[in-house]
């Protein structure tokens, strides 16, 4: 799993190391090489202030450098040397020494730690030499008026060490940088999580049944995207939970009377006197289970039709066929309650894609919806028709109709049309109105033209 | 007793009907809320039983109806939902008493008891008078602790009778209590029955008000 903690960690880590060591490469080498180029300076210019302070010192009385140098005396004098140099014990004491050659090549002069012996081959500027265990830089002067050579010398090992104590102390506030940076980001970091984290707590103690939108005031506007689609999410699952629920509270409701009903029968029955009473009583016992069977196979039809899933299994249907199937298994019915069945065929077919067992479902439910509620002697009429773009399946009925403001409500579920004799489920049209939606078909309710009673059409679109 | 039966499911109304009827009760049953209503306002019942879930007028809205206009029979409501206020409201519109959805006969007939224990001012389940003891849960009479063989009908009269004591009723009244609109009432019935619990409990515990009616006296 990626962490944007870690990610960005890592990330400011490796590049807060990167670029700090780069710079404090790049500085010591840098400061490296000025240091030794104002050393070099200073070697130059040690050679010219003693070229000069030595002219001064002993030219002007006349003197000969050669009595100035005693042949014998090899150590400049002290007091020459710290007219020079001063007290010369700073911590970063460059430790130069010199010698002073004449022409014909005798050590006139020379400073404690210089060797006896020249420190380089007499040639003006900058040489390195190997003397003894250490390397000297040394400079040369040649004085041609004087006939003097001056030579100034600086140990590598002194050189390097000053070097590597200055350039170090110079890079030592980038190496301080590097923790406190590291510090930083991680408080950083920590300060920009802090809001998702507050996000992460508010949705992490919501109880589960518990739907109500995240609060996206402090939400980091990167993230507030994923916030909205999720508040989405929430809204329609609460939407669809509280479907779920208003459902079953209306199913456990709708069952109770027939329950209560069925319970009293069988109380009835117990209690009967007579073995004719017992016998109704037990009838309609059987009468209620059938109520209750039917309503519950009702209700699992109506729970697995998902009017947010596509429809499944779409093929083509002749409606006048499966009319013709489902009006003969409902002849019985209609027969027992003297209602004449019949049904009037479209001319063409009528033909539309769709589920079959869903549209055996439709038509069925209508059918059985117009025989339940006609009268005795009544009449229902199933009919199919195609017009251009429409095909039509129709049942109407000689039953005592329903009032037109009430036509919208007899899709509600449980909906019954009150003081109904009719042991209906209230279901019946509210699962043929959700198969209408979901083959994009239409329905309409009507009153017949020529008599009571109640018409109802679906209209497929036509597939011929 | 004489029960209105107010209920729309064919199934369970047929089932309330008879139940009610082998436990000896009178019973009409209505089935929509309008007509309940216009019986309740001129005819008299022990009891009702009210569904709340009726065509054309509500059980609420009759209950709140026959309420205002002053009808005191007591009323049991049956309930279909769970829910504290479907009970809550139909207590405060003037019932009595509820049972919910689905419930055993049993304890309808016990609360009906109940509630006309109630109508009737008493506390006691037995209704004790002189050496006449009656208990209508079980439907039978003693006499000086024994048992009397006495028919449904004789029993509806005599509990009628004795719950009313000191109050003349008329013929109409005890025959409305025995007999509802379904039976065909012979108009000596309610002599008959009287004569029938004179010979069983003794010739003067009901008397007969000429031109009135018949009452069982209060005990001095």
Redesign the interface.
Same mark, same amino acid.
């Given at each position: 799993m990626s962490s944007i903690r870690r990610f960005l960690l890592v990330s400011l880590l490796a590049t807060i190391t990167c670029v700090i060591t780069g710079a404090a490469i790049y500085s010591y080498f840098d400061i490296t090489r000025k240091i030794n180029s104002i050393f070099d300076a200073q070697l130059i210019e040690a050679a010219h202030v003693i070229r000069y302070t030595t002219e001064q010192s002993t030219l002007p009385q006349g003197n000969n450098l050669n009595e100035l140098f005693s042949p014998n005396q090899t150590y400049l004098p002290p007091k020459l040397w710290d007219t020079i140099y001063g007290d010369d014990l700073h911590p970063y004491d460059t430790r130069r020494v010199f010698q002073i050659w004449s022409d014909d090549g005798v050590l006139l002069a020379r400073t404690e730690g210089a060797p006896p012996y020249p420190l380089a081959k007499d040639v003006e500027g900058f040489t390195t030499s190997q003397i003894g265990n250490y390397t000297w830089r040394v400079y040369t002067l040649i004085d041609e008026k004087n006939h003097l050579r001056y030579q100034v010398a600086q140990r590598n090992d002194v050189r390097a060490y000053l070097v590597k104590n200055l350039a170090l102390g110079n890079i030592l506030p980038d190496l301080l940088i590097y923790p406190l940076s590291i510090i930083m980001i991680f408080i950083t970091i920590r300060a920009a999580m802090k809001p998702l984290q507050r996000t992460i707590n508010d949705v992490k103690n919501r109880a589960l049944q518990h739907l109500e939108p995240i609060n996206t005031e402090s939400v980091p506007v990167e993230i507030k995207p994923l916030i909205d689609e999720i508040n989405l999410l929430l809204s329609r699952l609460e939407e669809s939970y509280a479907r779920e629920k208003r459902f079953t509270a209306d199913a456990a409701h709708e069952l109770r009377t027939p329950l209560a009903a069925l319970k009293t029968q069988a109380q009835v029955a117990e209690n009967a006197h007579d073995e004719t009473s017992h016998q109704i009583a037990l009838n309609k016992i059987n009468l209620c289970v059938d109520r209750c069977a039917r309503v519950v196979t009702q209700l699992l039809t109506l729970s697995n039709l998902r009017p947010d899933e596509p429809l499944k299994e779409i093929q083509i249907i002749d409606l006048s066929k499966l009319a013709v199937e489902i009006i003969s298994e409902l002849a019985t019915d209609a027969v027992h309650k003297h209602i004449t069945l019949s049904f009037d065929e479209s001319k063409t077919p009528a033909i539309t894609n769709g589920n079959a067992t869903l549209i055996q479902v439709l038509i069925r439910n209508l059918i059985d919806n117009a025989i339940r509620y006609t009268p005795e002697h009544g009449q229902v009429i199933v009919s199919t028709h195609v017009e251009k773009q429409l095909v039509i399946f129709c049942v109407e009925d000689t039953g005592p109709g329903v009032a037109p403001e009430l036509y919208d409500r007899i899709f509600d579920r449980f909906y019954r049309e009150l003081g109904n004799k009719a042991q209906g489920s209230g279901l019946g049209l509210s699962i043929v109105q959700q198969i209408v939606e979901l083959h994009g078909a239409t329905i309409k309710v009507s009153k017949p033209g020529k008599h009571s009673g109640l018409k109802i059409q679906v209209f497929f679109p036509n597939q011929n | 007793m004489r029960i209105l039966l107010v209920e +729309?499911?064919? #199934?369970?109304g +047929? @089932? %309330?009907k008879? @139940?009610l009827s082998?436990q000896g009760y009178t019973v009409d049953w209505l089935? +929509?809320g309008h007509v309940a209503e216009l019986a309740l306002l001129t005819e008299t019942f022990d009891a009702v039983v009210l569904d709340l879930g %009726? /065509?054309?007028r509500s059980g609420l809205e009759v209950l709140k109806n026959i309420r205002l206009k002053g009808v005191i029979t007591p009323v049991i409501i #049956?309930t279909?939902?769970e829910s504290l206020d479907d009970k809550v409201l139909g207590l405060d519109a003037g019932a009595d008493d509820y049972i919910?959805? /689905?419930? +055993?006969?049993?304890e309808l007939y016990a609360r009906l008891r109940a509630l006309q224990r109630r109508a009737a001012g008493r506390a006691e389940p037995l209704i004790n008078y002189g050496h006449i003891t009656l208990d209508p849960a079980s439907h039978s009479v003693f006499l000086e602790g024994k048992r009397i063989n006495i028919s449904p009908r004789e029993f509806t009269l005599l509990y009628k009778l004795l719950e009313n004591a000191g109050r003349v009723l008329s013929r109409e009244q005890l025959s409305q209590s025995l007999y509802g609109w379904d039976t065909e009432i012979d108009s000596n019935a309610v002599e008959v029955h009287v004569h029938n619990l004179r010979k069983k409990l003794g010739e003067d515990l009901i008397q007969t008000i000429r031109g009135v009616g018949y009452m069982i006296d209060r005990i001095a």
């Open positions: - | +729309d499911d064919e #199934l369970l +047929d @089932g %309330l008879n @139940g082998q089935k +929509d %009726l /065509p054309k #049956l279909a939902r919910a959805k /689905p419930f +055993d006969l049993k």
